[in-house]
């Protein structure tokens, strides 16, 4: 297993407040790893930092064998942001060639995989509607597919199932379940706690700190309770005491 996220003693501050107090986190290749912490606590600032859309105050970020930031790799990388960034006047199927080409995929293959990811996130039929009239979980779903376009070697899902009913959220984990096992690295946030069990590791933000970081079920023994979501009331808990 090659590791494919590197992220050494990453800290920053926003207008002096402490949000990344030393992360340090790795994500292998072939395996899916889930980044779960209350609200605010830095998810997606970590992310955003890694790619290099927020510059950290110090600390290292390797992604894929680069030292980041590095706009070159980038679209070595399928990126879910939390927020959707999408053509809204354009339809579905315009989005995904439009991302399709910037990727550099074209033609067939580009016909090929348009038809792939839309049937994992069930968008087939409303592919050709204008993105303006689409549900918030339909926009979700339309960035998920944008993501999965040129099978990248690293996905990075920023609460990718946010408004997707449980049908097609178990469909899309399925999805991830077969890309980890072709070799793709995943991270993943997460608040839906029954996501985080599926993950092969999942990592614990809390207080700006990475403070678990197993297997879902090495993580429930060790902190002696029977799932992912007591282990995270547990440690916040311990975390608000200790303050
Ligand atoms: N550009 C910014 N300027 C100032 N503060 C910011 C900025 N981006 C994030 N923050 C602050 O950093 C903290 C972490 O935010 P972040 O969005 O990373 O949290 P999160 O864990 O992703 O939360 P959520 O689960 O709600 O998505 C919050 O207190 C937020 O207000
Ligand atoms: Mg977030």
Request: glycine content about 10%.
């Amino acid at each position: 297993m090659t590791t494919t996220i590197s992220l050494q003693a990453l800290q920053k501050s926003f207008d002096s407040h402490p949000v990344l107090r030393g992360i340090n986190l790795t994500v292998k290749s072939g395996e899916i790893v889930g980044l779960i912490g209350p609200s605010g606590a830095g998810k997606s600032t970590i992310i955003k930092t890694m790619l290099g859309m927020e510059r950290a105050d110090s600390g290292q970020a390797r992604v894929l064998n680069t030292q980041m930031p590095n706009r070159l790799i980038l679209g070595q990388i399928g990126y879910m942001a939390q927020t959707d960034a999408l053509y809204e006047s354009l339809t579905g199927r315009e989005n995904l060639t439009f991302f399709g080409r910037m990727k550099l995929i074209s033609g067939t293959q580009l016909k090929a995989e348009i038809t792939h990811v839309s049937q994992v996130v069930d968008l087939t039929d409303d592919l050709d509607k204008r993105v303006a009239g689409y549900s918030g979980g339909m926009k979700r779903r339309l960035s998920l597919a944008i993501a999965l376009l040129g099978h990248p070697k690293l996905l990075i899902l920023d609460e990718p199932t946010v408004g997707i009913d449980p049908a097609l959220r178990r469909q899309v984990w399925h999805e991830l379940g077969i890309l980890r096992d072709q070799g793709c690295s995943i991270l993943v946030t997460t608040h839906v706690m029954s996501e985080a069990e599926l993950t092969d590791r999942v990592a614990l933000l809390i207080g700006g700190r990475i403070t678990a970081f197993d297997h879902p079920q090495k993580l429930e023994q060790a902190y002696g309770v029977p799932t992912i979501e007591d282990v995270f009331l547990k440690a916040e808990k311990e975390a608000t005491t200790c303050e």
